[in-house]
């Protein structure tokens, strides 16, 4: 007789238990198949975010070759981010109803291609316009690519994974930073060819609908277990598990009509295979649970009882307060990051640097982003999600009011950096921490409404940041922005923390 199996963390488990194809998933080890998940959604996150990035050094370059005024700028900003909280929401009810994988692939072509309509924009009316489409795209993608990034990832490492994928946008805006430096500021027409880039989106978006799976979940609540169960075992297959015989006889029984268990429990042997008991193969063959080597408890996680809820919508009783919490945090963290990151370029040009210096300044600035996503990935899985979120978010208020403060190169640029470096790891636990919250049924919603109130903010930000600096210059629009950063601390610890949980179903 063989010894009785480990589980991925090396605990000896019960070869007699059954797992569910979500606790399959929960109990792998960070495999190549995750890592070329995260990948794929990761550059797709990037591109995101340097078409977010990118706008900021344009609206620098045209206020200097354009002469556009400071309301003209706030609205091509503004009008990007209204289309951004319309795609959030929109984006997240079409992924619980179509897939995520559908509405990511979506996504980038909308917002690809019309990113590089507006290369060829001839006036501000246009460009105007022309953001609000490709805000549509932004808005829905980044909700929907975290929401399917956690639904794959490890239970025991979910929270690290998402920072992992949020740490993309860092990419994203250094590359944003460069182009600009270097093609926008190059000339009258440089912005232009900086937009011209954002074509390269809609030619990943192939990539993405024919070379990514969809969630094991979504498909389940589909009904479709045959596909889910093809998904599942090629990730424990990469993890070297044994998948045992089964498939065909599943997808037997379902083409001859009959359905698989609601929860879709059906589970490989990891090891050599038991035979079923007497009179019991029709059951297994209709996707019903097989014996397999569960993972240990703290591999899989626990779902609390809040988090099973499956029915009242992402305002229910037992998901409004975490929901209101959410929706908070969202909204003052971007007032707060895109009144400070998309007029840092315009305002250093202000205090009366040159173009080059100002973008310069900026790239410097933005590779700060690294670092933070680096420490927010280690302590979300060691502080947990809240205090991450938290400290993070209190760290972002400190530093804005040093960056409001700053009257030098070298304080500019430190305190621009401490910001960048606290903003950016707080954006990473709170992408983390999302889609947690909610069931299956409505992650989805969930995510994209709190990211559709947020950019009802982000909205807000560009028109806010003249009427401060009017009023008391920098320095009150960075302290209002630092007010910001505390509010939605506070907002973030009154989170249920989700560490080492699984997600509900």
């Known amino acids: 007789m063989s010894p009785a199996p480990a589980s991925p963390d090396g605990a000896l488990v019960d070869p007699g238990s ?33 078409d977010v990035g990118l706008i900021s050094f344009v609206i620098a370059a045209l206020s200097v070759h354009w002469g556009i005024s400071k309301g003209d700028g706030s609205l091509i900003a503004s009008a990007g981010f209204a289309g951004m909280a319309i795609g959030a929401s929109v984006g997240g009810l079409l992924a619980d109803r179509i897939g995520r ?8 072509l909308v917002y690809g291609l019309a990113t590089g309509a507006s290369a060829l924009a001839m006036g501000v009316g246009a460009l105007i316009a022309l953001r609000f489409v490709v805000g549509l795209g932004l808005g829905a993608e980044l909700p929907v690519a975290s929401t399917l990034m956690s639904e794959f990832a490890p239970a025991r490492i979910r929270g690290r994974v998402i920072v992992w994928l949020e740490a993309f946008w860092a990419l994203g805006w250094i590359l944003a930073a460069v182009i600009g430096t270097f093609v926008a500021a190059s000339g009258p027409t440089g912005w232009r060819w900086a937009l011209a880039v954002g074509l ?5 978006s192939l990539v993405v609908r ?10 389940e609540r589909k009904g479709r277990h045959d596909e889910a169960e093809t998904v599942v075992r090629s990730f424990e297959e990469s993890a070297g598990l044994d998948t045992g015989a089964g498939s065909a006889d599943s997808a037997s029984a379902h083409a001859a009509g009959e359905s698989a268990p609601a929860n879709g429990a059906s589970a490989p042997t990891a090891g050599t295979p038991e ?43 037992a998901l409004r307060a975490r929901t209101a919490g959410l929706w908070a945090v969202w909204f003052f963290i971007n007032l707060a990051y895109y009144g400070a990151f998309i ?11 040159s173009l080059t210096q100002s973008f310069t300044f900026t790239l410097i600035i933005t590779l700060a982003q690294i670092p933070g996503y680096a420490m927010a990935a280690w302590l ?8 991450t979120l938290t400290v993070f978010l209190a760290g972002s208020a400190v530093a804005a009011t040093c960056y409001g403060l700053a009257d030098s190169e070298a304080t500019i640029i430190a305190a621009g950096c401490a910001l960048s470096f606290f903003n950016l790891g707080a954006w990473g636990a709170l992408y983390a921490i999302g889609p947690e919250l909610y069931p299956t049924a409505v992650r989805g919603t969930g995510t994209g409404a709190a990211a559709a109130f947020g950019r009802i903010a982000s909205m807000l930000a560009p028109f806010l940041v003249p009427v401060l600096v009017v009023a008391g210059g920098q320095v009150l ?17 009154t989170l249920p923390e989700q560490r080492g949980r699984a997600l509900a179903e």
């Open 210 to 219: 024919w070379g990514m799976p969809e969630s094991v979940r979504f498909l």
């Open 380 to 387: 979300i899985e060691v502080l947990g999600r809240r205090w």
């Open 18 to 50: 059954t797992l569910t194809r979500s606790q399959r998933l929960d109990r792998l080890p960070f495999t190549r198949k995750h890592g070329k998940l995260l990948g794929a959604s990761g550059i797709g996150w990037a591109l995101d975010a340097m």
């Open 275 to 317: 035979e079923p008991a007497a009179g019991a193969p029709e059951e297994l063959a209709a996707g019903a649970a097989t014996t397999v080597s569960a993972a240990a408890p703290s591999a899989v996680g626990e779902v609390p009882a809040a988090d099973a809820v499956r029915t009242g919508g992402i305002w229910s009783s």
């Open 343 to 353: 007029w840092i370029p315009t305002l250093l040009v202000e205090r009366g640097f």
């Open 101 to 108: 994988r559908s509405v990511f692939a979506l996504t980038l």
């Open 200 to 204: 390269v989106p809609a030619a990943y």
């Open 477 to 493: 629009a960075f302290v209002a922005f630092a007010i910001a950063f505390a509010l939605a601390a506070a907002a973030a610890f």
